[in-house]
């Protein structure tokens, strides 16, 4: 069963979903025959890779045209969000970097069957640690952390490669009218738009995997805990 998901790893519900959906996968007999794939998705492209130095709260001000208590009531929510999944948000010092070189890691480590340990790696940097996820420097020591080769890792980064990956992800989410991440495809079956809670993916999981017809339904609420260019809705 293909799990297919787009993600950007400044996305906090990006982080929850991928958390709900692996404690959903632990509730079922088949889980070990599911296939994850992540993919690319940017939600502020424009962002440096060096990272801004000012605080989450002043880019979404700045950048997002969001008012201050809007902010203050999202991150408080997402704070009991994450807790509830096992995730420390420390919003407080996350710096906003580019992502796409991060994303470009992703497809390196998923070739070696270790995207998802990739992903965890570098939501925890950037969510957690306070950690500029566009930095070589600790892409390399994430990389090297979950089993990867160094030199092959410092090669790569280097580089271009995966490059097309990236943007070919990024155009197909358009194509199938993605808008907003967490999105997950089921098979091309079923769709979960967000960080829905786990019986929702249990439900659509377990659906996707009975059913041989190609179907594609959106399961749970949509636009329940996704963030998009403009905002993350709650």
């Not at 990272?51 to 002043?58: A, R, V, Y």
């Not at 807790?83 to 994303?103: K, M, P, V």
């Not at 270790?114 to 990389?143: P, V």
């Not at 160094?150 to 009218?177: C, H, M, P, Y």
Request: glycine fraction near 8%; proline fraction near 3%; charge should be negative.
């Amino acid at each position: 069963m293909k799990v297919e998901i787009w993600s950007d790893i400044i996305c906090p519900f990006c982080y929850i979903g991928k958390k709900h959906l692996e404690k959903a996968l632990e509730q079922l007999s088949f889980k070990d025959k599911a296939d994850i794939e992540w993919k690319s998705f940017q939600l502020d492209p424009s962002l440096p890779l060096e990272g801004l130095s000012i605080s989450t709260t002043e880019y979404l001000i700045k950048h997002k045209g969001m008012p201050e208590q809007q902010i203050v009531g999202m991150l408080e929510y997402l704070k009991q969000k994450g807790a509830e999944a096992g995730i420390n948000f420390r919003q407080d010092i996350s710096i906003q970097a580019n992502t796409f070189r991060a994303h470009r890691l992703i497809h390196f480590a998923q070739e070696r069957e270790k995207g998802s340990e990739m992903e965890e790696a570098l939501f925890a940097a950037h969510f957690s640690e306070g950690k500029n996820i566009g930095s070589i420097q600790l892409l390399t020591e994430l990389a090297e952390n979950i089993g990867l080769n160094k030199t092959e890792v410092i090669e790569f980064l280097n580089s271009e490669q995966k490059t097309d990956e990236v943007r070919k992800d990024i155009k197909e989410a358009q194509a199938l009218g993605i808008h907003g991440v967490p999105f997950f495809v089921i098979d091309r079956k079923y769709g979960v738009s967000g960080a829905q809670p786990i019986e929702i993916f249990v439900e659509a999981l377990t659906q996707a995997y009975r059913e041989g017809q190609h179907k594609f339904k959106m399961a749970g609420k949509q636009n329940n805990g996704v963030c998009e260019n403009d905002n993350c809705r709650v």
